[in-house]
């Protein structure tokens, strides 16, 4: 309960900001540290024994699941590059360990870097889209730990690092002079390395000057990756609150 309270607040300091805007010939960097509350489901498989796990948002709080990251985006005129990187760590899932076990607990740790490269295809006032291309970088460690009886049966623990090449898009909008909205989505994996790979996100934002931005929004990132010994087919999801400072 207390890492909660302490990401929310973190979050209200530092926070995730996405900028409004930016004309042709513009600059700008911005690096934001912030923390997401993200529920966590799917299924997690490590030589041959697999957990379905059920961490909803509505559950954030009873579960202490919290993310923590750093973003960086910098600008020139029409070009742009970002790097996202996060750490998350679930020590408190609901999962489903099959006939053979009566509990099971399920620890994955995942860090993720995602650089990328873009373009605006369309700049106007107070408007903006963006194509964007990168890679995202999955380190992956999951353990599973069985039970029976009360009585420890197993433990399965294995990493893995998945790279995989994406492609996206960005927008923002102005709404009126201080108010703003926000979306970005991307799709990749391609069986490259995981089969599957995509994200979406949405929100909207409040100008309190030309260097700080508020923002709410929300976010969802998955993976369908298959190794030969172990599986991760999860999804992060969770509200996105903040404050953003640019240079």
Request: no cysteine.
């Amino acid at each position: 309960m207390k890492s909660i309270f302490a990401a929310a607040f973190l979050t209200v300091l530092l926070g995730w900001s996405l900028p409004a805007h930016a004309q042709a010939g513009d600059y700008r960097v911005q690096l934001t540290p912030y923390v997401f509350l993200a529920g966590l489901n799917g299924t997690i498989e490590e030589k041959g024994r697999s957990a379905n796990v059920n961490a909803p948002f509505d559950d954030i709080l009873r579960n202490s699941n919290f993310i923590a990251m750093i973003y960086t985006d910098a600008r020139f005129g029409r070009w742009r590059g970002t790097l996202d990187f996060l750490y998350a760590e679930v020590t408190s899932a609901r999962s489903t360990p099959g006939p053979l076990f009566s509990s099971v607990t399920v620890a994955p740790k995942v860090w993720i870097a995602d650089p990328e490269g873009g373009y605006a295809i369309f700049q106007g006032e107070g408007k903006e889209i963006d194509v964007m291309a990168g890679v995202r970088i999955w380190g992956i460690k999951n353990s599973l730990t069985f039970f029976r009886n009360n009585v420890q049966a197993e433990l399965d623990a294995g990493s893995r690092t998945v790279v995989d090449p994406i492609i996206g898009a960005h927008f923002a909008t102005d709404v009126g002079r201080k108010m703003f909205v926000f979306g970005k989505a991307d799709i990749g994996g391609f069986d490259a390395a995981a089969h599957l790979d995509w994200q979406a996100l949405g929100g909207a934002g409040y100008k309190f000057n030309e260097k700080v931005v508020g923002t709410v929004g929300y976010r969802y990132l998955s993976i369908d990756d298959k190794g030969s010994n172990s599986s991760y087919d999860v999804a992060l999801k969770g509200v996105i609150l903040g404050i953003g400072v640019r240079f």
